[in-house]
């Protein structure tokens, strides 16, 4: 079975309402914000795939316009050397390449050694959109659900209150 069907049957599986949409490549952030405005409203996601020098990985999920520097995350967070994974990592843990980076790869997680940090400010939104491990889709979900799709996988979700800046 094709990862975004297995994606899609556990979404089903927890009741979560979801609409996908499919549109031209978007591997950066301003490509996805370009694509946005045809789609129905929805909270826009930057998806970050981090490790510190201890070689613990972390997901990032935040509003596209929240401002992260990595050194005041890793201050907050106390992940020395906090930096970009490199792509096999992301590959051989996630499941994905980059430009799909999303909440969702975390059904790839097996080992579950990814911890997901997600900005409190998509709360705000009725939807936001992530790729289906794909990045020429997006899936539409309300952030509750998209928490308690990672809570389902046996994810501690992690708040980002605010911008974190230096």
């Avoid at 979801?18 to 978007?26: G, S, V, Y």
């Avoid at 995350?73 to 799909?100: C, H, M, N, Y």
């Avoid at 997680?109 to 794909?134: C, K, N, S, Y």
Wanted: proline share 5%.
């Amino acid at each position: 079975m094709p990862a975004e069907q297995k994606l899609y049957d556990y979404l089903a599986s927890l009741s979560i309402p979801i609409e996908t949409l499919t549109h031209t490549p978007a591997f950066t952030c301003d490509q996805a914000k370009e694509i946005k405005t045809g789609m129905p409203t929805h909270g826009l996601i930057k998806n970050l795939f981090l490790k510190d020098k201890k070689k613990r990985y972390y997901l990032l999920c935040a509003l596209y316009d929240t401002k992260i520097e990595l050194k005041a995350l890793a201050k907050a967070w106390q992940a020395p050397e906090l930096r970009f994974a490199r792509p096999d990592e992301l590959e051989t843990i996630l499941g994905v390449k980059p430009g799909s980076v999303t909440l969702f790869a975390l059904i790839n997680d097996t080992q579950r050694t990814v911890q997901l940090i997600l900005d409190e400010g998509i709360f705000a939104h009725d939807r936001i959109g992530l790729h289906p491990l794909r990045n020429d889709k997006t899936t539409l979900i309300a952030p509750r659900d998209a928490e308690r799709f990672a809570i389902a996988l046996g994810y501690e979700v992690h708040l980002l209150r605010g911008n974190l800046t230096d």
